[in-house]
């Protein structure tokens, strides 16, 4: 393990006024997503769609990463982003079982040890968490932190993304107790295991309220929630809070990344990586049509700049 190309790679990716584009969707994911533009999910239409956004003019600029999935990886688009100067990534999990703990530790080494060949110089795990849900923090929390080591054992650096669903009724200070219980057991198994923790970065939820709750916060509220729980449960010397934007609209998830920054007093950077919120903008302007691609990049690279400002903490 060199330690400190691990925390060089981690500090390029959450880079002042940079974050990460996450690419990485599923086969299911982007078949569902092809659905509302009336668009077939063949290996073809998925490997414009990248390549629309990667192609962007000047997205360089705002984006540091780009996380991929196993099939885009493979079809080279990595080359696109490397000569762009933006950094390769790959999703690594390989999704949930049943009881919604996240497979994938089985042969990890041996996928790791490819994808480096395949250009990649971080990588990303997620897990889930339901509030109400099923109890599975114990048993994610510690796949995690065993993909973080192994990761870092092979010279990747680590996205940790322990997730806290939007999913139910609950409301913000219940929020808030769950995602400090999962930032606390994480970061425990996490010291465990060893994990070098000024090479990895950290990919959570913001602080919300349930989409059901007939309380929904202000989105200060939500700023003051997450930072006062980051704070408490987030070690100082981690380079970087890299937030999903889960289900939120690409004007809320800008809209609170901003609060948040304009709040932020530090240590670390109050990054970003989203993906539906940098994309579901452009990807109905695209429609799957060559004709419309330019329309689309346009899209793609004015919620980039949006997002950006925001991570400024800037209108």
Known sequence: MNQAKLAQVAQYLCQPGKGILAADESGGTI??????????????????????????????????????????????????L?????????????GLNAAMITEGLLGLKERLMEYIKLGAVFTKWRAVITIGGPDNLEENASRLAEYAKVTQAVGLVPIVEPEVLMDG???????????????????????????????????????????????????????????????????????????????????????RLRVINQRHTGPGQMSFSFGRALQQEALPVWGGKAENKAAAQKAFYDRAVKVAQARKGQL
């Open 31 to 80: 078949e569902k997503r092809f659905k509302t533009i009336n668009l077939t999910s063949t290996e073809t239409n998925r490997k414009a769609w990248r390549e629309l956004l990667f192609t962007t003019p000047g997205i360089n600029r705002f984006i540091s990463g780009v996380i991929l999935y196993d099939e885009t990886i493979r079809q080279g688009l990595g080359k696109i």
């Open 82 to 94: 490397q000569d762009k100067g933006i950094l390769v990534g790959i999703k690594v999990d390989q």
């Open 169 to 255: 009724d609950h409301n913000l200070a219940r929020c808030e107790q769950v995602t400090g219980e999962v930032l606390k057991k994480v970061f425990a198994k996490l010291k465990e295991k060893e994990v070098l923790l000024t090479g990895m970065l950290l990919k959570p939820n913001m602080v919300l309220p349930g989409k059901d709750c007939p309380d929904q916060a202000e989105v200060s509220a939500v700023a003051e929630a997450t930072l006062r729980c980051f704070k408490r449960w987030v070690p100082e010397v981690v380079p970087g809070v890299v937030f999903l934007s889960g289900g939120l609209s690409p004007d809320e998830a800008t809209q």
